[in-house]
C-alpha cells in the first residue's frame, strides 16, 4: 500500500465513523448523511428543505454535534436584523472607541434554521460571508474561522410570512437536499428507541475541526484526469442552452460539482474520481441552481429531471483513471 493508499483509506474510516455517528440519530438515510459530509468536506453550504417533521433540523445539529468544533444556531423570523447574525459595533466608553462584538455568523458551522422566513435584508447577511468567509461591518473586515459551513433548512409547503432565496442566494449553497419520510423500518426503530434512545446532547463528537480541515485539504489536491475536466464543463454548459431552462448554471457550479466530487472519491477509498462520482452528485448540485421555463413547468418538468436527461445525453470519458497525487 502506497502512502496516498494509506490516506485514502483513513479518509474513508473518517468520512464513514461520521456517517455512522449521525445515523444513530436519523435512521435509515445514509444517503442523504453521506451528501451532507460531502458538502462539508467540499467545504461547501447545505440547503436542506422538506416538509415538516423529517429531521432537517435534526440533521443539521447531528452533524454540528458530531464534529469538534464551534457551533452556533440562528432561528431566522421576520424580525431578525443583519446584526443579529453578523455582529455589531458598540461604543466602550472606557477606551472611547467602538469595539465589534462577534455574532453567531462566526463559527465553523452555523445552523441557520427555517431560512426563508428571514427578510431579504436579513438573508443578504450571508451573501458575503458564504463566498467570501467573512463580513464586513462599519467598513472593517473580519474573517470567519475554517472551516467554515452554513446549513440551512426551508419548508417549501408553508409559503405564508416567508420570503423564497433569491437566485444569487441559492447559487451560494453547493447542494440542496431533501430527506424525505423514513422507511417503514427506520420510523418503527425511532419510535422504539424514544425516550430512551441516543440524545442529540448527548452524542460524541467523533472528529475534530483540526481533522475536518485535513480531510477538506487532502481531498482539494486529488489529481483528477483531463477528460474528467472537460466532462465536468459539457455536464454545467448543457443547463445553459437548454430550451426548458431560463437560467442555467455558472462556473461556480462547476467548481461545486468537482470538488464534490473529489471528495465521493475519497469517501469510497479511491485515489482517483470517476465520471460516476460526477453523475452522482449532479442532481444535488445543479438542480437549485436552475430556473425552469413556464412552458416546463406545464409539462410537470423539474430542474432534477432535465439535468438527468442531460448526464444520459452527453458522452461519459472512457479510459482507465489515473492516480491521485496528493
Partial sequence: MTDTDALVARFAQMFHALGG???RIIRGKRDKVELALICLLSEGHLLVEDVPGVGKTTLARTLSA??????NRIQFTPDLLPSDITGVSIYNQGTRTFEFHPGPI?????????????????????????????????????????????IATQNPVDMDG????????LDRFLMRISIGY?????????????????????????VSRDDIGRMIEFASRMHVAAPLYDYVVHVVAATRGHEDLRLGASPRASLA???????RACAAGRPYVLPEDVKALAVPVLAHRLITSP????????????????????????????PARV
Fill in 295 to 322: 412552458e416546463a413547468e406545464l409539462r410537470g418538468r423539474t430542474a432534477a429531471d432535465i439535468v438527468t436527461d442531460l448526464l444520459a445525453g452527453i458522452p461519459v470519458p472512457q479510459g482507465a483513471p489515473q
Fill in 106 to 150: 462566526f463559527a465553523n458551522i452555523v445552523v441557520s434554521d427555517e431560512i426563508n422566513r428571514g427578510s431579504p435584508k436579513t438573508q443578504s447577511a450571508l451573501l458575503e460571508v458564504m463566498e467570501e468567509r467573512r463580513v464586513t461591518v462599519d467598513g472593517k473586515t473580519h474573517p470567519v474561522q475554517r472551516p467554515f459551513m452554513v
Fill in 21 to 23: 455517528n449521525i445515523e
Fill in 182 to 206: 423514513p422507511d417503514h423500518a427506520s420510523e418503527v426503530a425511532v419510535l422504539a428507541g424514544m425516550p430512551t434512545g441516543p440524545m442529540i446532547d448527548q452524542l460524541p463528537a467523533v
Fill in 66 to 71: 458530531s464534529v469538534e468544533a464551534d457551533w
Fill in 257 to 263: 460539482l468537482l470538488r464534490a466530487a473529489k471528495v
Fill in 162 to 169: 416567508t420570503y423564497p432565496l433569491p437566485e444569487a442566494q
